[in-house]
């Protein structure tokens, strides 16, 4: 199983925000089992790098290889930014982006807190509970 882990599920994890940790690091633990591939859009790293911009350079560069050694970065390319600058259907351009990277990394399901955002996705958009049930059914 193919998963694209939205920017807000890493956050979580990281920051351990509340009452998200909890999921968002068991989302991070199926990443790391062999049954699980996770990825991460490019633009999600620059996005933590810079949300993470009050902590030091070397604990920043640090909490970022860990997120590159868990999860596959994936982009897209010029004429898949192009085609979602030119999508509509969007009302977010970012969730656009998110969802062209997850078809570029052939991901079953993208894992996000906000799944309303993804109404118009391609790919299948799950909450972390959503994904545990599925999970737990194999």
């Known amino acids: 199983m ?3 882990i939205d920017a807000n599920i ?3 994890y990281l920051l351990k925000r509340e009452p998200f940790y909890s999921d968002s690091k068991k989302v991070m633990e199926l990443c790391g089992s062999e049954t699980v591939d996770g ?3 490019l633009h999600t790293v620059t996005t933590i790098w810079y949300i993470l911009r009050k902590f030091p350079d070397d604990q ?3 909490v970022l290889r ?5 999860l ?3 982009g897209i390319s010029h004429d898949e930014v192009v085609s979602a600058i030119d999508n509509s259907d969007f009302k977010d351009f970012e969730d656009c982006v998110q969802t062209k990277c997850a078809k570029s990394a052939q991901a079953d399901y993208i894992i996000t807190r906000n799944t309303i955002d993804f109404k118009q996705s391609e790919i299948a958009v799950l ?4 994904l545990f049930e599925i999970v737990d059914k194999r």
Do not use: F, G
């Not at 860990?66 to 868990?70: A, M």
């Open 2 to 4: 193919v998963l694209l």
């Open 127 to 130: 909450t972390p509970k959503e």
């Open 39 to 41: 990825c991460i859009a």
């Open 10 to 12: 890493v956050l979580d």
């Open 66 to 70: 860990t997120i590159c050694d868990l």
């Open 72 to 74: 596959e970065v994936v």
């Open 60 to 62: 920043r560069r640090s």
